[in-house]
């Protein structure tokens, strides 16, 4: 009979298994022209590694030509590593680039130790973090979708498994069956969590449809991690969030009410930060959590103006938006932690790359006023005053637009109505055919 050892918690693989003062890391990042990008790269990923509680003690830049299909860098490189890791005593290498599962085995036989990628280490950081039903879900989900071309890497207990006879040939037989049977496993899995995304996202829907119908405008507070979203919301509304020096302190978006100074009612959401090179398997789960961004009346781009990598923080940003769909919302770009900026060279460069800047100290509470009054700027926007020669005959949409928008006039003339109206933006298209005077 095959001893069948249950999948990892949250699915982490061998990271999981680490224990507390076996987890010294030696990190490794590629290039071919640009050796501070790599290095750059790399002190993130060494946030990425404090953040779930790894030590890092060495921090490796390698130029290379052409990768290796068997062991990803050259043979040269992969025995300097080997040295390396026997010489600083190292429990796992960490690769900034994202490697193949046979690269991954290989490597590990080489090593003699836990060889892992940036996309295990940013699942192990989520499952660490993840504290809501929906996050769980969506964390257990990108980690089954990742581990299921790695099964042969993870199920080390075949080797335990025997057969009826003494042969060794069925050994492998048996393996090979065992593995199969993992795999069934893992795709039931993996649907069974789909299912219940599937449940998560139509709750959330139907709290999104409620917030519509009260037509209170909506912004998302969306940027790179740890570039102070929550700090922004707990400033702004007092709302019990953690804020925290550390990725990915907010995995699940928190939404609170806010008055503006003219006493406009508007609902502030924190999002889930983004990060380079984000693991498509999260983009895929995390899109329900994500989409908040998407429905958001107004994005608030958060920016640490302080970070030296701030331009390329911000460009992972808009990649992220982008694949979303949500690059087209309004948006107010802040530049946050100006209290500690030491270059304004930044900030200057940020003012000439995207409209709509405000400066401000999330923590100190200072640019408020300015913040404030863009963000009033930008909620009048949302509506606008139109003219419109709408048919009689189409009289459900008179009907929808002055549920949601203020009339000024409304006159009949002959098969017409004519309305002069104030609409929200999201109609406009709606109505786009039968406008004759539209206000700007």
């Known amino acids: 009979m095959h001893e069948l050892i249950a999948m ?58 052409a990768y290796d299909a068997g062991t990803f860098l050259g043979s040269g490189k992969v025995e300097e590593i080997r040295e390396l890791v026997k010489e600083h005593g190292c429990d796992l290498v960490v690769f900034d680039d994202e490697i193949s599962p046979q690269q991954q085995r290989n490597l590990e036989k080489i090593f003699e130790c836990v060889v892992i990628d940036r996309t295990e280490l940013i699942l192990g950081v989520f499952g660490q973090r993840a504290q809501t039903r929906e996050a769980k879900i969506q964390i257990e989900l990108a980690t089954c979708q990742y581990q ?190 100006v209290d500690r900026l030491e270059d304004r060279m930044m900030a200057h460069r940020m003012r000439i790359k995207y409209p709509k800047i405000v400066e401000i100290s999330a923590l100190n509470r200072t640019g408020f006023d300015e913040l404030m009054d863009r963000m009033i700027q930008e909620v009048s926007l949302l509506r606008k005053v139109v003219k419109l020669r709408i048919p009689q005959s189409h009289y459900a949409l008179v009907s929808e637009i002055q549920r949601e928008g203020k009339v000024i006039t409304c006159e009949y003339e002959e098969n017409d109505i004519l309305l002069e109206i104030e609409i929200p933006h999201h109609l406009e298209r709606k109505v786009f055919h039968y406008i004759i005077e539209k206000n700007l």
């Open 148 to 337: 299921m071309p790695r099964l042969r890497r993870l199920w080390t207990h075949l080797h335990r498994q025997r057969s009826g006879g003494a042969g060794g040939g069925a050994v492998k037989g048996e393996g090979e069956k065992q593995i199969e049977i993992d795999r069934r496993i893992i795709r039931r899995q993996i649907d069974k969590l789909q299912g219940e995304l599937e449940t998560v996202k139509k709750q959330r829907q139907t709290q999104r449809r409620l917030r519509e119908r009260t037509r209170i405008p909506t912004f998302a507070i969306v940027g790179y991690t740890n570039a102070g979203k929550s700090t922004l919301l707990k400033a702004l509304t007092d709302a019990d969030v953690l804020v925290e020096d550390k990725l990915f302190a907010t995995l699940d978006p928190t939404t609170r009410k806010f008055i503006l100074p003219n006493k406009q009612a508007i609902l502030l959401i924190d999002t889930v930060g983004f990060i380079r090179k984000i693991p498509h398997q999260l983009v895929a789960a995390f899109r329900s959590t994500l989409e908040e961004a998407v429905q958001a009346d107004i994005l608030i781009h958060l920016i640490d103006v302080s970070n030296p990598h701030a331009d390329t923080q911000g460009d992972a940003t808009f990649e992220v938006l982008k694949e979303l769909g949500a690059i087209d919302r309004p948006m107010i770009t802040v530049l946050n932690k």
């Open 8 to 65: 990892p918690k949250q699915g982490h693989g061998r990271l999981h298994d680490l224990v507390e003062g076996q987890r010294k890391a030696l990190l490794v990042g590629t290039y071919k022209q640009e050796k501070n990008v790599c290095i750059d790269q790399l002190d993130e990923l060494e946030n990425l590694g404090d953040t779930y509680g790894l030590q890092t003690v060495l921090k490796l830049p390698c130029p290379i030509r």
